[in-house]
Every structure is written in structure tokens, then in C-alpha cells.
């Protein structure tokens, strides 16, 4: 089990870059792939980013090339550097911890990410 807390959402203009912040409680942080997920309002949850706890990334093709995830093991803290930020990136960014086959075990309570036209 692990508890996520999301963080650095905010408003920003389209074209300008946002990094978001999640913060794990648990032992099994290093062990666990993380992940990215976004809800914009009337719409399902969907991917965004992955990061396996050997570092190895996948993507949505929406944001390949604008997003980067990243985590920090000794800070039990993952990051997701948007750049390049569209109006169609709005929704409530998740973090998320992954099992071994990228099923969702646990969700944090997301941040609002906002981008202006």
C-alpha cells in the first residue's frame, strides 16, 4: 500500500510548462512502476506517462515530446515535466502506483492543471 499526494498544478498560458509533484508514503516506492494519468471534466480517465522502477518511460502519443516523467527514489517523489502546454492539456492530473503488470493499485487525490488560449 502507498499514499500519493499530488502537487504544482496550476493556471498557465498555452505554450508555457508546469511540473507536477507526487509524493509516495511506503516501502515499496522503489520497487513499484508510477504513473500519469489526466481527467478532463465530462471525459474518462486516460494514460499520460509511465515510468518503470528501472527508468525505462512510455507515453501517450498525445504528449510525446512535450512531457517528460521522471522519479527520485531517495525522495520517494515522481515528476512529470509538461512543456510546450495546449488548452486540450486541462484536466486533473493523478499520480498513480503501478503492480508489475500496470494495473493501478493505488491513486492520489490529483491537482488541477489549467491552460489558457
Known amino acids: 500500500q502507498v499514499q500519493l499526494v499530488e502537487s504544482g498544478g496550476g493556471l498557465v498560458q498555452a505554450g508555457g510548462s508546469l511540473r507536477l509533484s507526487c509524493a509516495a508514503s511506503g516501502s515499496i516506492f522503489n520497487s513499484n512502476a508510477m504513473g500519469w494519468y489526466r481527467q478532463a471534466p465530462g471525459k474518462q480517465r486516460e494514460f499520460v506517462a509511465r515510468?518503470?522502477?528501472?527508468?525505462?518511460?512510455n507515453y501517450a502519443e498525445s504528449v510525446k515530446g512535450r512531457f517528460t516523467i521522471s522519479r527520485d527514489n531517495a525522495k520517494n517523489t515522481v515528476y512529470l515535466q509538461m512543456n510546450s502546454l495546449k488548452p486540450e492539456d486541462t484536466a486533473v492530473y493523478y499520480c498513480?502506483?503501478?503492480?508489475?503488470?500496470?494495473?493501478?493499485?493505488?491513486w492520489g487525490q490529483g491537482t488541477q492543471v489549467t491552460v489558457s488560449s
Open positions: 515510468i518503470t522502477s528501472g527508468i525505462s518511460t
Open positions: 498513480a502506483s503501478l503492480d508489475e503488470y500496470y494495473f493501478i493499485t493505488s
